[in-house]
């Protein structure tokens, strides 16, 4: 006759025996990346070893397919609209490799590549976040609300309005309005 087991021991084992099979679980893939990335990668963007370039393989990948540099200003600001139109080869690139990486349309890409030039460090951060279960954000609808954008070409326009005020006060000296209201 085997002698009773405490059922404190039993809890312990159980346990260890729990904590021992989520470790394992923990550092065995739940899933294996090559068919998700192979799936993904079926119709995207090409690497050209040789030129080392990434080219389009059907047309909805084409520049022309996504939005232009204005598009860029509108959604993420000066800093993305000036560097597309400083490297626009570069920009390109960088938007096939997200495409091609990533398993995204052009639009998404482009407006991932425009945040993350943007800023950087906020862009990896939602990305991170987006892995740890945040819901994703959608960076190339993000700023087209046309009530927002109706604000923002107000705001810009006074703004450029009083910028070309003072140049003009600074270059021709003070007018008979700056004289009257002592501007």
Not at 15 to 24: H, K, Q, W
Not at 59 to 68: D, H, L, R, T
């Amino acid at each position: 006759m085997s002698p009773p087991f405490d059922r404190k021991i039993i809890t312990i084992c159980l346990l260890v025996n729990a904590c021992t099979m989520m470790i394992a679980h923990a550092f065995s893939p739940t899933s294996t990346a090559s068919s998700i990335t192979s799936t993904k990668l079926f119709m995207a963007p090409k690497y050209d070893k040789s030129s080392q370039l990434w080219s389009p393989t059907r047309p909805e990948e084409e520049a022309s397919a996504g939005y232009g540099v204005f598009g860029s200003l509108l959604r993420q600001g000066p800093v993305p609209f000036v560097q597309r139109l400083k490297d626009p080869a570069m920009y390109e690139q960088a938007v096939l490799k997200m495409m091609a990486s990533e398993g995204m349309d052009r639009n998404e890409a482009q407006g991932n590549m425009d945040a993350y030039l943007q800023n950087p460090n906020d862009w990896a951060l939602q990305k991170y976040e987006e892995k740890n279960g945040a819901p994703k954000f959608d960076y190339a609808n993000a700023n087209m609300d046309p009530k927002q954008l109706v604000l923002t070409g107000l705001w810009s326009a006074l703004l450029f309005s009083i910028a070309v005020r003072a140049v003009y006060v600074l270059t021709t000296g003070c007018d008979d309005f700056c004289q009257e209201y002592h501007i």
